[in-house]
């Protein structure tokens, strides 16, 4: 089970910091990513921002974040977390987090085997 948290509303230029609390088993095994989605609830649909491998720590963000976004694990708490700063109103989106088996982090939304129920990142100009 994926928990997230963190989202809220803020003003551009300011900062979140998103959580995803993995319970129910060690995550060790799975690529993590955060995902966000405009409108809509088809993960099909969802653009993946971030992501990270557990087991080896490799990570990336896409480049419309790049310098603004990192993506990071706390291994005691099985928690990923989005760091957000300098917000762009087009940053506004339901973000998710999602985890799929494996270490391959550029994998399709198909392969993502659990979702986090979203928590919702307003920015306004």
């Given at each position: 089970q994926l928990v997230e948290s963190g989202g809220g509303s803020v003003q551009a230029g300011g900062s979140l910091r998103l959580s995803c609390?993995?319970?129910?088993?060690t995550p060790s095994?799975?690529?993590?990513?955060?995902?966000r989605q405009d409108a809509g609830n088809d993960p099909f649909r969802?653009?993946?921002?971030?992501a990270i491998a557990w087991i080896t720590g490799n990570s990336y963000v896409i480049d419309s974040v790049k310098g603004r976004f990192t993506i990071s694990k706390d291994n005691v708490k099985n928690t990923i977390y989005l760091q957000m700063t300098?917000?762009?109103p087009e940053d506004t989106a339901v973000y998710y987090c999602g985890a799929a088996l494996g270490t391959y982090l550029y994998g399709h939304n198909g392969s993502y085997r659990y979702w986090g129920q979203g928590t919702q990142v307003t920015v306004s100009s």
């Open positions: 609390a993995a319970s129910g088993g095994t799975y690529t993590m990513a955060w995902f969802r653009i993946k921002v971030a300098n917000l762009k």
